[in-house]
């Protein structure tokens, strides 16, 4: 069932999108209190939704993820748990699917390697990565024993330092510190005919404190040297680094996300907007630095996971702001930048998540209360 059913509930949020236009005048502080009214509409509309429909998602069974900051200091540490525990499950795939995979973890690591040249900069962006992270919180739960919910990372808190974000403060409830300072050079990217240098920044070097202070990368690098044999797949241990950089967080301000938000009316300019060089997409990324600013292996980093449902968090507010003209929206091809060139997305098209899951049309990865889905963002 669409997320139709209440539009007239909306048309008090949409006549709101023209004050939150940033001004000269607006502050962070501002921008962060209007992202904050969009969450709290989103989450009327939603719980006001699911009331009336007759799918598998009610009131009684939707669940709310949550920002990282806002877990209790247990529940943090449960979430740790649980991705170490999934890094210590034997690998599902096989040698001929992803021969460096030590892990359950390696196996979302290697398959956001294979399917990156297919849903980055493309149409399928934003549905692959809904089920990707969906399919990574079920792992969790159903391998591991997580009672909870996958959180997100908001930039929007931390972006003037992240290094002091409970995400990355390096202590015992963190997901791991930035990377030890290292004296280091440029990192110089190349995917999907993009190259780009990235300046050092504030680490460089390994993870040295909380959770994952010993926890080792087995796949890629991809977009950076020295790369990884087989495409990114094969076996190369290494420690996880991270370059924390406060000019790429520059690009996740309050502001940026109102200004994204604000600006496009259609999926194909969110889209766009979101994932270009100067996007919040990228600019979480760059922020974390490491493996994370790899675009086809940044899923080697557990952080990666708290920063892509950031990215749907937003989209799915976007999205219902204006459900009946957004929710079910498609645009582009399935390749990035149309290269080689593909169809057009359709409701019909078909995502192939690899030895995680079976193919996902489109139209099943929508809503987050539709399809496989009944969660929402708090």
């Not at 030590?102 to 690591?109: A, K, P, T, W």
């Not at 403060?169 to 791991?176: A, E, I």
């Not at 600019?283 to 080697?300: C, K, L, R, W």
């Not at 557990?302 to 219902?320: E, K, S």
């Amino acid at each position: 069932m669409e997320l139709t059913t209440l539009f007239m509930c909306l048309l008090y949020t949409v006549g709101n999108i023209v004050e939150a236009i940033p001004t000269k005048k607006n502050t962070q502080a501002a921008a962060s209190r209007q992202t904050t009214k969009w969450q709290k509409q989103y989450n009327q509309y939603i719980e006001a939704t699911i009331k009336t429909r007759n799918s598998g998602c009610t009131s009684d069974n939707i669940v709310y993820r949550q920002e990282w900051g806002s877990l209790s200091q247990q529940s943090r540490i449960e979430y740790t748990n649980a991705v170490q525990c999934l890094q210590q499950k034997p690998a599902i795939s096989s040698l001929s699917d992803i021969p460096g995979a030590q892990s359950l973890f390696d196996d979302f690591s290697g398959t956001h390697i294979i399917q990156a040249p297919h849903v980055h900069f493309s149409g399928l962006f934003f549905h692959f990565h809904r089920y990707f992270i969906w399919l990574y919180e079920t792992a969790l739960q159903k391998e591991c024993g997580y009672k909870g919910t996958q959180p997100y990372w908001d930039w929007t808190l931390s972006w003037q330092d992240p290094r002091k974000s409970p995400v990355f403060d390096g202590s015992p409830t963190s997901l791991g510190s930035n990377g030890k300072p290292t004296p280091h050079g440029p990192t110089n990217l190349t995917a999907f005919g993009i190259n780009l240098e990235i300046a050092p920044a504030t680490g460089g070097g390994c993870v040295y404190s909380g959770p994952f202070k010993n926890y080792t990368v087995t796949l890629g690098p991809v977009a950076f040297a020295p790369i990884d044999g087989d495409n990114g797949l094969d076996y190369n241990p290494r420690c996880l680094s991270r370059d924390i950089s406060l000019v790429w967080s520059n690009q996740t301000k309050p502001t940026d996300v109102t200004s994204l938000i604000s600006s496009c009316a259609d999926l194909g300019c969110f889209d766009t907007v979101l994932e270009a060089i100067d996007g919040v997409h990228a600019g979480g990324h760059f922020t974390i630095g490491g493996i994370d600013a790899d675009a086809y292996a940044s899923a080697g980093d557990p952080a990666f996971y708290l920063h892509h449902a950031q990215v749907d968090r937003v989209w799915t507010i976007w999205q219902n702001l204006n459900a009946r003209n957004r929710t079910r929206q498609v645009y582009g091809t399935s390749t990035a930048f149309n290269v080689p060139p593909s169809p057009n997305v359709t409701l019909d098209t078909n995502i192939d998540f690899g030895i995680l899951a079976p193919q996902q049309p489109v139209s099943n990865l929508m809503s987050s209360i539709d399809g496989p889905f009944c969660y929402m963002y708090i």
